[in-house]
Each structure stands twice: as structure tokens, then as C-alpha cells.
């Protein structure tokens, strides 16, 4: 019985390891007579590791360090009075060490510079001394020039170890109410600020200066209220990118995430209210339904673009085909008065068209690839909420007398709320800035007349190098998008539930 | 095995407070059962003792320990939830067996503590399934079990049987007996249901608005509730009151309902004689209120009429709702009883069992 | 016996039809080859793209160009997949198709894991711990949704520039690795606040402390979120091209979407090889997704989103 269990415990992970090897192994025997051909190889492989864990190892160490510093202010605390001063000393002199760190690396990319005095080159001296600790190092011969940072920050851990152990030993636990949540939160909350928030701001001043590729980004760059309002004149008044203007492209934008979001809801909920009766061969549907989500959303970008072609691309080919047929119909039906006319004129209108020199039908084309790609993701947020309303709300309402449509008026859409709520608004949000279907099938393309702002802003900082100019761009599309925000929940009512 | 003690427990959610100063002591394999109607702090009190709560003031002891600062998990309680809160991707042995492991008992042990368990509760045939795979009544066992295996020095029960239909929760109520003469050990158990609490509990702690009213056994608390509170909330169905007033003349004490009056028999006189004109609530419980043709013999009975405003019958006896002026009353009476609705009739009190109370304070006086 | 079998229509095509139209809500069969009418048709749609897709691929080079619209073409053959996957001694090319696996594998595998486990403990604390700036928190991090992406690019392009990670696989870890993270917290947060505290407060009674509460009860019960938040992390950084674009500049650090569009590119567009290595590319990451499509609508508790 015993072993029994053990063997059944073990079988998996024994399975598991002989398929992945069988795997390693044919795939070994199949690629290695093409081994020439291919240019990844053990040693790329293994750099890869390396960096990637040492990142890795560096990211968890500094968290780490960072989680017990946090917790033994949370939940230490010291014994006597001069355990308390000495604790309460190194706790201080760590924290600024951090600080200085912090403002380094600040002025490393160009937030702010603190010039080179006395104050610059105090804030500066944990980075310097760091740096020295490993030219010395690496002259001392303890460490290679490769693997001197490593060593370095193993050194510096262990001193800030020796700390926490000292701080540890002198003191006693104590109960927190919140040090937990913090703790727990603290990594994350980290995270978002060094790539988020810091970002944000870098941004904001970036919008107020005149960085470009003439001022080597944020090199040379000047900074001043009057670079943003120049930044601010040339949004609304120049070109965005090359020609287009600022609300011109705007409006197509709002175009753009109306149109997108209408079709997403319409067509998710749709699906979703047919999937969502029981029925024969659903788990089917469901999984074929899904592809355009499944699929990467380069390819499908891809791929749409090949289909847009408009000699061998699939909708050139339908329409050709259906004009074909109209066309024949047209004569068939010549003598009949009226139907034959009527054919005659669908013919001329309905064919091939150029998708890709015709503005109009290359915003069509960007359209019918967007909607295309997002369904699948609201009918399946919707569907979640269909399965979330209670049966007996429909037999109540059945038994009341209501109509089916009554029925999806009164029962579904409101109980629907906190799903489509959040759904929309960040659907709109998402669609707003979501240029990479653009990009990849259309390029903006013809004369800009398929960029919306984020594809234009893209453009400007990446094509044209105006920095300063992209930045204020930015802060342009966040302020909308948060006034849209706002602005939507405060109408529908905001993030509540149906019955708040 | 241990005595719990809880000494000037206070609890507060931000600005209300929940338990206003809780003072009691729960004897050692003792039966203890907390008992009021819903939000009356009971559940807190015992998410206090497991230490699911922080004490805002006072201290709670297990044993000789003061358990405040202590983890649940070192307090050495076991705990039913009413919810059961069996965990779904565990079977039910690992269910029971995942306190021992947390504590690295030994394999042979968990199995034997599990099985002997499971034995006594009659589940060994479920040890392998999930708990959404079993019953109400199943999960329930499960639940016990899974506290039974830590062999804990305490108990703790929170409406464990609330879930449960009315047939199996007097089954279970039995069963939950039995077990505690099995293991004597401390068990202490909450619930809203008084049937519940008369027919487990060695002892019965009422509470109420956060304060205990009364702790007592199950006779006592029925017939000498401390207060209006605990005569209203102990008894099915409960205790008649009637706002009523004393007049003592020549040594005789009335009680004065407006609409009637009775006597009090000169042995149960004593604590009124000085009271004339006090203003009181009169009670009396339902089977205290006959019908004179089958009224048991020597008796003080008082002979009060009244109008039959609705019957029950449930077999075994009739409730007779009755109306006397503005006081609607029960009566459980002999089934034979030939009353019907609409008939003026004359029921006795058996006055040898009254309560009278303080209108301002609520207290019994006797 | 015989009374059974003449109870039970022989005719296998009446057996379809009984089973087909079993009655469900007592619709009508005309209302039920609608709807199945209007799936097919949606599903044709949904899966015709795709199929096109592996059709090029499978075209011999010189009738790339065709209207033909079979899904098998004629003289179907794998010499694209060779080409693409081994390089063609012919032209002396190499191909570089496993190195832009092999990097966007270990980019994205690496951001995924560290998006979740950050985002699961943090969501953990949201869900079930009362603290001061707890709602701001919730708030704030759904304000950073609104901050797009393309946004931050320029400062996350200047940052890593300053700091040399051009070129490396890092600079696109950093700048893939927080931003799915805030939307992974309100999810894992909403499918955290179904699980019942008692399930967490019978732990600790039964000796268990905040750690092994968190590994043994609230992570296994929520592995359908959890897998959920992995994939979308995943794929949202798998198939990321805007960014990468920007950080990796030469062709050894390319991501495979960085290397696909090399053939589109190429003086010659190679649609045949571009479709080949597209199919590699989407199948497993597909086969992953519809793996896991079951877990989709549980795992994805938007309607949690409460203020």
C-alpha cells in the first residue's frame, strides 16, 4: 500500500522527465545533420542563461534585501537603549545609502542632474565607491573584469546582512497590524514605480524641453516652460508626423475606437448569447471561435496584410469572384426589366478595390482586421458574465409574461453592468492605444491617412526623433483618455454592481 | 484538557462595540454552549478564543495560558466552521490529515488518528472522495472529524449544524452529545437555535448586545431566567408577558394586568410585600396555562377568561393563542381539550410558576 | 428484444437527427439549424485567415502568387519549413529562426514568472488584508491602464539606452516585465476574494501560518486564475513587436516577430518562408491557448472589478 503510493506519487514527474528527454533526443537526431544551417548554438544558449539568471538573481537579492529591511522596522524591536540608538543609526544611514543610490541612478538617466559639486559628489559616492570596490577587485586579482559586479554585490550584501543580523540579535519581535500587507505589496508596488511611474515622469519632463536627435535625445537638451508651450503649438497647429494635422487625426482615432469597440461588444455578445445555450458540439464552436484570440496577433497582422494584396489577396479574390458572378447574372437576366438593371448596377459597383492607394478602403482594411482580432476576448468576458446570471430570473420573467427581447433588455443588459462596465472602458482604452495592427498591415499608410495619434506619436519619436514634441504628444493621449474615463463612469454609474 | 477564561473581554470594530466586557469562566470538559440572536457578539467572542479576532482589551486564557498574543495555531483548539470549510482540492483524508502534517506527526500516526476518526464517524468509506462529492450531512462529519484527529485541549463549534435540514440537525445534535462523552474534553459551541443550546449543553451562556446575561445550566436558565431577555429567549414557545402593576392590601399580593388579576401564593409572596403599586411585567410560560378540565391538581390556580383567537393542534398538545384586552397570550394545553376558535373561555395560571420583572431594569425579582 | 429496437429509429441518420435536435429549451427545429447556421458561419470566419495561412506555406515557391482558394494547394510540399527551419546550403544562408525562438522564449518565459509571482502575493494582500492606502492602491493601479504603452516607450527607450541595454535581452525584460503586472493583480484579486476566508482561518486553526495558508490553500485553489494570468503575460509578451522593435537593433537579439518580418522585408518577399515560420511559431502557443480555453471564463473574473 505504502510503496504503491509512492511509486503513483512519483510515476508523473518520472513520465514527464523520460518524454522531455525522448523529445531532447529526437529532436537532436532530426536537427543535428542540418546542425550547420542554424545559428543558435550551445554557447549562445548558455551566455543567455547567464545574464538572464544573474539578472534574475540580482532582481531577487535586491528585493529580498529590501523585504528585510521593511520587515525589521515592521516587526523588530529593540531591546534596551542603546540597542535602540545603534538599530535606529545603521537603519538611517542604509535608508540614505538608498536614497543616494536612488538619485544616481536618476541622474544616470537623465531625470534631473545634480552637477558636478561637493552635494553631486556625495550623492554619487555609494556608486563611486562601488565602482572602486571593484577596480580594486579586479586589480587585487580576486575577481575577473566579467565577473566583478557580481562579486562586488555579493560583498555589499553580506556587509548589509551582517547589519540585519546585528540588528536581529539585539531586538525582540513585536506584532504589526499592517507590516504584512506591505510586505506583501512591496515588490510589485516597486515594480510599477521604477517602470511606470518613473516613466511618467521622465515623460513630463521630456514634454517640456526641445530633446531631439540634433540635441542627442537628452544630451544637450534645454529644458523650460517655453519648450512645452512650443511643444504645445506645434501639436495643434504643425503636422503631427509628417503632414497630417493633430485633430484631423484625432477624429479618425475616435473613429477608429468607436467603431472597433461597437463591433467588439455587438458581435461578443452575439457568440456569446448563442454559446451560451446548451447545445450540441458548443465546446466546438467555442474553441473555433476563439482562433483570431489564439493566434499571435503579429501573424494574424501579418497575414491580414498578405490578404489585403489587391491581385492575390483573399478579399480581392471574393469580391472579383462575386463580381464575376453579378456580371453573369446581370446578362442572364439582361431582359428581365428592373432585376437584370439592378444586377447590371451591382456589378459596376461591387469588385475588387484597392486597399491598400485608397484611404478610405485601407481604413476599412485596418477595421476588419481589428474587429476581427478582438471578438473572440469580449465574447468570452461576456460569456463569463451570461453564466454568472441566475436561470431563475428568466423563468420569473417568463412566468411574468415577458418577451424574449424584453427579457434582454431588463434581465441581461443590467445584470450585465459590472461586466460590460469595465470591459468597455478599458476595450475603448485598449483600442485608443492600440496602433500595432496599424503598423504592421497599413504603416499609416496611404499619405498618413490610417494613423491614428498613437501611430503618429510612435512615428514622431521613432521616425522623426522629436522627442521632446512625442513627450507632450503623450501627455496629450493620457489626458484624453483619463477624461474619457471619468467622464464614462461617471455617466454609466461606475464600477458598481447591478444592484448598488 | 483545559478550563477557558475569559476576563473583562472587550472587542470593538472601529467605533462599535461588539462585546462590552465579557466575564466567564468555561470549566474544564465542560459543554458550554453560547447562545442569543444574531449580531449578539457570540461568534466573536469564540473568533476571539481560536484567535481569528484581536482582542481589543482584557485577556482570554486557555488553560493556564494567556492566549492574546498567541497563533491560532499554537493555542491548541480545534475549530467546525458553519460553513464546514473543508478544503475542495484536498480528499477528505487530506482534509483530516492536513493539521498533523502541518505538525509533522508521523505518517503511521496520521493514518491511525485518521482512520480511528473516521471510524467513530462512521466515514471511512469517504476518505478517498472530494468534499464537493459529498452530502451536507457528509461534510459536516468531515468537519468534526477533521477536529477530532488534533485531539485538541478545546472545541470550538460555530453553528456547526445551521446548514443542515431539520432531520439530520437532530441527528447530528445527538451525535455531537455522544462525542463529547467520548472525549471529554472542553467543548464550547455557538449557535442562535435555544432547542439547540437546551438539549447539548452542560452549561449555557445567553448573550446579548455584547453582554452575557446569564450563565447556567439548561433547568436553571428555564426556570429562573435573571431577566426579561433570557425568560423571552429560552423556551418554545416563549414566556406570555404582560405589563402589569403590584398591589399588596392585608398581606395578600395581586398582580394587576388591568384586564384581570391574579394572586400570588403566600409562599412565593415574600419579595413583594413591600413593592405596592411597583410597576412590573408578569410572566408565564405557555404550559403553565391549562384548561380547567384537565388542570393538574393542587395547583394555585387563577382563573383568568379570555377569547380563542387561533388553535394549533399538534398531536401530543394544542396551543391555544388567546386574547384578553390588548394582551394576546399561549396556552399549551391537554390535546383533549375541546377549545375552539371564538369561544370565550376561562384558563387557569398556575401561579406557582410566575416570573415578575423590573420594568426599568428588566431583572427578575424573586 | 424486437419491441426495443422498433422503439429506437435504426436509420442512423434519424439517430443523428434525434441526437442533434435533442430538445434544449424547446426550441424548434428551424430555430436550432439557424443558430448552428449563423456558429458555422462565424466559425468560418474565425478559422479561414488562419487556414490561409498554412495553405502559403505549403505552396511550392513559384505559384506563390495565385487566387487559388483550396486549403491544400496543388504540389504541396515542406521546402519553405526546411528553408526556414535549417537554412539553405544553395543561397548560403543560414537560419536564424531557432536563435529568435530561443530568445523570445527566454525573455518572455522569464517576465511571465516574475509578472505572476509578484502579482499573486501582492493581489493577495489587496484581496484579504485591511490596510491604509488599500483602496488608492486599487484605483491607482487601474489609472496606469490608462497610460498607454506606446506612451512610456520614449522614456523606457532613453532609460535603457542610459543604462547600455540596447541590445539585450534585459532592456526588453524590464520593459515587458510590470507593465502586464497591475492588470494581473485585479484579476488574481478578483478570483482571490471568491475563496472564502474560513477556508484560510480553518488553516490556521489547524496549525498553519500566513506563508503555508498562501502554498496550501489560496495558490492551488487558484491555479485556473493563476494559469490564466501566465498565459496572458505570456502571449501578450510573445508576440510584442512595437517595443522590441525599438530596444533590439541587431539581428542576433532579435525576437522571433522582430526576425518573422526580416521576410517580409527581404529584397524578395518570401511570403512562402514568412507563412512556414509563422505555423511553427502559432502552433504551440495555440495549441496552449484552446488547451486552456476551459480555464478561460473562470479564470477571468473581470466582474469582480468593484470600486
Redesign the interface.
Known amino acids: 500500500m505504502e510503496n504503491e503510493n509512492t511509486f503513483r506519487r512519483y510515476l508523473p514527474t518520472v513520465l514527464w522527465i523520460a518524454a522531455l528527454t525522448a523529445v531532447y533526443f529526437t529532436l537532436n537526431t532530426l536537427i543535428s545533420p542540418y546542425a550547420d544551417g542554424i545559428t543558435l548554438n550551445g554557447k549562445i544558449v548558455s551566455e543567455h542563461v547567464k545574464e538572464l539568471g544573474g539578472f534574475l538573481l540580482g532582481i531577487f537579492g535586491s528585493i529580498a534585501l529590501i523585504e528585510i529591511y521593511i520587515y525589521q522596522m515592521f516587526f523588530r524591536t529593540p531591546k534596551d537603549l542603546v540597542s535602540k540608538i545603534v538599530t535606529r543609526t545603521l537603519q538611517v544611514i542604509v535608508a540614505i545609502a538608498m536614497v543616494m543610490v536612488i538619485a544616481t541612478f536618476l541622474e544616470t538617466t537623465d531625470l534631473f542632474r545634480m552637477g558636478d559639486n561637493p552635494i553631486g559628489n556625495f550623492f554619487r559616492s555609494p556608486i563611486t565607491g562601488f565602482t572602486n570596490l571593484k577596480d580594486t577587485l579586479i586589480s587585487s586579482g580576486i575577481a575577473t573584469k566579467d565577473s566583478a559586479t557580481a562579486v562586488a554585490g555579493v560583498f555589499v550584501s553580506l556587509l548589509l546582512l551582517v547589519v540585519f543580523a546585528f540588528i536581529h540579535f539585539t531586538s525582540v519581535p513585536r506584532?504589526s497590524r499592517y507590516g504584512l500587507a506591505y510586505l506583501l505589496i512591496l515588490p510589485a508596488f516597486l515594480g510599477v514605480l521604477f517602470l511606470i511611474i518613473y516613466p511618467f515622469l521622465f515623460e513630463i519632463k521630456l514634454a517640456f524641453s526641445n530633446a531631439s536627435l540634433g540635441t542627442q535625445a537628452t544630451k544637450n537638451a534645454q529644458y523650460g516652460l517655453q519648450y512645452g508651450w512650443a511643444n504645445l503649438v506645434a501639436l495643434f497647429t504643425g503636422s503631427v508626423a509628417k503632414d497630417a494635422k493633430f485633430f484631423e487625426v484625432l477624429w479618425r482615432t475616435i473613429l477608429w475606437t468607436v467603431i472597433n469597440v461597437t463591433f467588439h461588444v455587438a458581435g461578443g455578445m452575439g457568440l456569446a448569447i448563442l454559446l451560451h445555450r446548451p447545445m450540441k458540439l458548443q465546446g466546438v464552436y467555442r474553441t473555433l471561435l476563439i482562433f483570431p484570440w489564439a493566434i499571435p496577433a503579429t501573424i494574424a497582422a501579418m497575414a491580414l496584410r498578405n490578404e489585403f494584396d489587391s491581385r492575390y489577396g483573399l478579399f480581392n479574390i471574393l469580391l472579383g469572384n462575386l463580381n464575376t458572378w453579378l456580371t453573369n447574372v446581370s446578362h442572364g437576366t439582361a431582359s428581365i426589366i428592373g432585376i437584370g438593371n439592378m444586377f447590371a448596377w451591382l456589378a459596376a459597383h461591387i469588385g475588387p478595390v484597392s486597399w491598400k492607394q485608397d484611404p478610405f478602403w485601407a481604413f476599412v482594411s485596418i477595421l476588419i482586421s481589428n474587429i476581427w482580432l478582438g471578438i473572440p476576448f469580449m465574447s468570452v468576458i461576456i460569456l463569463g458574465g451570461l453564466q454568472s446570471i441566475s436561470q431563475e430570473y428568466y423563468e420569473a420573467a417568463e412566468i411574468d409574461g415577458a418577451s424574449k427581447w424584453q427579457q434582454f433588455r431588463n434581465i441581461t443588459i443590467p445584470l450585465l453592468r459590472p461586466v460590460l462596465t469595465p470591459a468597455i472602458v478599458l476595450g475603448v482604452v485598449w483600442t485608443f492605444n492600440k496602433f500595432d495592427i496599424i503598423y504592421l498591415i497599413t504603416q499609416g499608410g496611404p499619405q498618413e491617412k490610417t494613423d491614428i495619434l498613437v501611430s503618429s506619436m510612435y512615428k514622431a519619436a521613432f521616425s522623426f526623433y522629436r522627442y521632446g514634441f512625442t513627450a507632450m504628444f503623450a501627455l496629450v493621449i493620457f489626458a484624453i483618455l483619463f477624461l474619457f474615463t471619468i467622464f464614462y463612469l461617471r455617466i454609466t454609474g461606475g464600477l458598481k454592481s447591478a444592484t448598488e | 484538557m483545559a478550563s477557558v477564561i475569559y476576563n473583562n473581554v472587550i472587542k470593538n470594530f472601529g467605533n462599535v462595540e461588539v462585546i462590552k466586557n465579557l466575564n466567564f469562566e468555561v470549566k474544564d470538559k465542560e459543554f458550554l454552549v453560547l447562545v442569543g440572536p444574531s449580531g449578539c457578539g457570540k461568534t466573536t467572542a469564540l473568533r476571539m478564543l481560536?484567535?481569528?479576532e484581536e482582542i481589543t482589551a482584557g485577556e482570554i486564557s486557555i488553560g493556564d495560558r494567556v492566549v492574546n498574543?498567541v497563533?491560532?495555531?499554537d493555542?491548541d483548539?480545534?475549530?467546525v466552521?458553519?460553513?464546514y470549510?473543508l478544503?475542495?482540492?484536498m480528499s477528505v483524508f487530506d482534509n483530516m490529515a492536513?493539521?498533523l502534517k502541518?505538525?509533522k506527526t508521523s505518517k503511521d500516526e496520521i493514518k491511525r488518528r485518521v482512520n480511528e476518526a473516521a471510524e467513530i464517524l462512521d466515514i471511512t468509506h469517504l476518505l478517498d472522495r472530494k468534499p464537493r462529492q459529498l452530502s451536507g450531512g457528509q461534510r459536516q462529519r468531515v468537519a468534526v472529524g477533521?477536529a477530532i484527529v488534533?485531539e485538541p485541549k478545546v472545541f470550538l463549534f460555530d453553528e456547526p449544524l445551521s446548514n443542515l435540514d431539520a432531520k439530520l440537525r437532530v441527528q447530528m445534535r445527538a451525535e455531537i452529545s455522544k462525542l463529547h462523552q467520548r472525549l471529554q474534553t472542553t467543548f464550547i459551541y455557538v449557535t442562535h437555535d435555544q432547542t439547540e443550546a437546551m438539549t447539548m449543553a452542560s452549561r449555557i451562556a445567553v448573550i446579548n448586545k455584547g453582554i452575557l446575561q446569564q450563565l447556567d445550566t439548561p433547568q436553571m436558565l428555564y426556570d429562573h431566567p435573571n431577566n426579561l431577555f433570557v425568560a423571552g429567549f429560552i423556551g418554545s414557545p416563549s414566556m406570555n408577558f404582560f405589563p402589569a402593576k403590584l398591589s399588596v392590601s392585608g398581606g395578600k399580593v395581586m398582580v394587576d394586568v388591568d384586564t384581570f388579576q391574579v394572586q400570588v401564593p403566600d409562599a412565593l409572596a415574600g419579595p413583594y410585600k413591600n413593592m405596592d403599586g411597583k410597576k412590573v411585567v408578569f410572566g408565564i410560560r405557555p404550559e403553565n396555562i391549562h384548561d380547567p378540565e384537565f388542570a393538574p391538581p393542587n395547583i394555585h390556580g387563577e382563573k383568568v377568561s379570555a377569547k380563542v383567537d387561533v388553535t394549533e393542534l399538534m398531536g401530543n398538545e394544542t396551543f391555544l393563542y388567546l386574547v384578553n384586552g390588548k394582551n394576546i397570550f399561549i396556552a399549551r394545553v391537554d390535546p383533549r381539550s375541546q377549545k375552539r376558535v371564538g369561544d370565550e373561555v376561562q384558563v387557569i395560571f398556575d401561579m406557582d410558576k410566575f416570573h415578575v420583572f423590573d420594568v426599568e431594569t428588566e431583572e427578575a425579582i424573586r | 428484444m424486437t419491441t426495443l429496437s422498433t422503439q429506437k429509429p435504426s436509420n442512423p441518420i434519424s439517430r443523428f437527427f434525434r441526437w442533434f435536435f435533442y430538445r434544449s429549451r424547446g426550441d424548434s427545429p428551424f430555430k436550432t439549424i439557424l443558430i448552428h447556421a449563423a456558429l458555422i458561419i462565424a466559425c468560418v470566419i474565425a478559422v479561414y485567415p488562419v487556414l490561409r495561412v498554412v495553405t502559403i506555406s505549403l505552396r511550392p515557391n513559384d505559384t506563390l502568387l495565385t487566387t487559388d482558394l483550396r486549403i491544400i494547394p496543388e504540389n504541396a510540399t515542406l521546402d519553405n519549413y526546411k528553408e526556414v527551419l535549417f537554412g539553405s546550403p544553395e543561397k548560403n544562408r543560414k537560419s536564424d529562426f531557432f536563435l529568435w525562438i530561443w530568445n523570445s522564449i527566454s525573455i518572455v518565459a522569464v517576465t511571465s514568472v516574475i509578472s505572476v509571482i509578484l502579482a499573486s502575493i501582492s493581489a493577495y494582500a489587496f484581496s484579504r488584508f485591511k490596510f491604509p492606502g488599500r483602496s488608492a492602491g486599487l484605483v491607482f493601479l487601474l489609472t496606469t491602464q490608462m497610460i498607454p504603452a506606446g506612451m512610456l516607450l520614449l522614456p523606457l527607450f532613453i532609460m535603457i539606452a542610459k543604462l547600455k541595454m540596447i541590445n539585450t535581452p534585459l532592456g526588453l525584460l524590464i520593459a515587458y516585465a510590470v507593465t502586464a503586472v497591475p492588470l494581473t493583480i485585479w484579476t488574481l484579486k478578483g478570483y482571490y476574494d471568491t475563496i472564502?476566508v474560513?477556508?484560510e482561518?480553518?488553516?490556521?486553526?489547524?496549525?498553519?501560518?500566513r506563508f503555508?495558508v498562501f502554498t496550501?490553500?489560496i495558490l492551488?485553489?487558484s491555479t485556473p486564475a493563476l494559469a490564466i494570468a501566465f498565459l496572458f503575460s505570456f502571449m501578450g509578451g510573445w508576440s510584442e513587436y512595437l517595443v522590441a522593435r525599438v530596444v533590439l537593433q541587431k539581428n542576433e537579439s532579435f525576437t522571433w516577430p522582430l526576425g518573422i518580418f526580416t521576410y517580409a522585408q527581404q529584397f524578395t518577399v518570401s511570403w512562402g518562408q514568412f507563412a512556414a515560420a509563422s505555423v511553427l511559431i502559432a502552433i504551440p502557443v495555440m495549441a496552449l491557448f484552446l488547451y486552456s480555453s476551459k480555464w478561460l471564463i473562470s479564470g477571468l473574473t473581470l466582474g469582480s472589478v468593484k470600486g
Open positions: 506584532n | 481560536a484567535g481569528l498574543d497563533a491560532p495555531k493555542r483548539i480545534a475549530m466552521f458553519q460553513s470549510a478544503y475542495p482540492h492536513f493539521g502541518l505538525r477533521r488534533r | 472564502p474560513d477556508l482561518e480553518a488553516a490556521l486553526i489547524d496549525g498553519a501560518n503555508t496550501n490553500i492551488p485553489l
